[in-house]
């Protein structure tokens, strides 16, 4: 029994040995070997590694792209402009035995990433004016910054940055509401503008529908009168015509007329007995 236990305890501690001394590393991930806090090696390939068990320690260091996301940051811009800039930065572990002496591990990388991105956007924003920054010139800006916090962070802390860019752009909260009123009177001014020139546009068009009404009225009373005149000239040589062929008939037709218009509805008449209007009212005289 003494053997057999005493066995077991060998493999026990024979697989703890194995245990501390083997190790993995996938391809998401990096690490460095300490030995009593010492820096030894930096393991940079994925697979199965081994160390020195109980004396070597392993610290992982992620491989793979991390982001640092900025606090949102107020900026004065070339034009004296407030900003509100949130901005954030994509970066990787490139040397992990200066990353863990420096910074140690990311929540520290983060902070001072931060610190260079910010520090150099605010140089960088400071020498650009408004339109500038939110317009074509916005990214060649953040290129400058991205080149400069990589330069930086790779120097001092082993890390690669991949680019520096801006998430929003907001004015302050107290300049917002000054923007928007300012927004808000151009945008009136420009509608009063539209409207002055369409009630321009409608008096033009209606003083030339109103000049066109009147030629169309002139034209159409200059033919009516034309056919008028027309009418009585025939109507004129009509009644000469008739005129010629009879006249007798012609003034008793006259005298018919001239009788039913004044001879009606009571009317009284005093006109002496050979009134050359009462000739066909008259008793026909006998011929001899």
């Known amino acids: 029994m003494g053997k057999i236990l005493a066995i077991l305890i060998a493999v026990i501690l024979a697989l703890i040995v194995i245990f501390q001394a083997v190790f993995t590393i996938d391809e998401r991930e990096q690490a460095i070997i300490l030995q009593l806090g010492k820096y030894i090696r930096t393991i940079d390939q994925p697979g199965l ?110 890390i690669e940055v991949i680019d520096v860019r801006i998430k929003r752009i907001d004015l302050p909260a107290g300049v917002e509401e000054a923007v928007f009123a300012r927004m808000r009177a151009e945008r009136e001014r420009m509608a009063k503008e539209f409207r002055a020139k369409g009630a321009q ?18 034209e159409a009373e200059k033919q009516s009168r034309i056919l008028r005149g027309y009418g009585d000239a025939r109507a004129a040589a009509i009644y000469a015509a008739a005129f010629e062929q009879d006249p007798e008939f012609f003034a008793f037709l006259r005298s018919l007329e001239a009788y039913e218009k004044f001879m009606g509805g009571g009317t009284t008449l005093v006109l002496s007995a050979d009134s050359e209007l009462l000739r066909f009212l008259q008793s026909p005289q006998p011929r001899e």
């Open 49 to 158: 590694h081994f160390k020195i068990p109980f004396i070597q320690s392993i610290v992982r260091i992620e491989r793979r792209v991390l982001v640092a996301d900025a606090p949102a940051t107020e900026f004065i811009t070339l034009d004296k402009e407030r900003l509100v800039v949130d901005s954030y930065s994509r970066w990787r572990i490139v040397d992990p035995h200066r990353f863990f002496k420096t910074v140690t591990d990311e929540y520290r990388a983060r902070l001072r990433l931060n610190d260079i991105a910010i520090s150099k956007l605010r140089q960088k924003l400071a020498a650009h004016n408004l339109w500038d920054i939110i317009g074509v010139k916005r990214k060649p800006i953040m290129d400058r910054v991205g080149r400069h916090t990589d330069k930086i962070a790779q120097r001092d802390f082993g």
């Open 201 to 218: 546009a409608a008096m033009k068009i209606r003083a030339e529908a109103d000049r066109e009404v009147v030629v169309i009225l002139a």
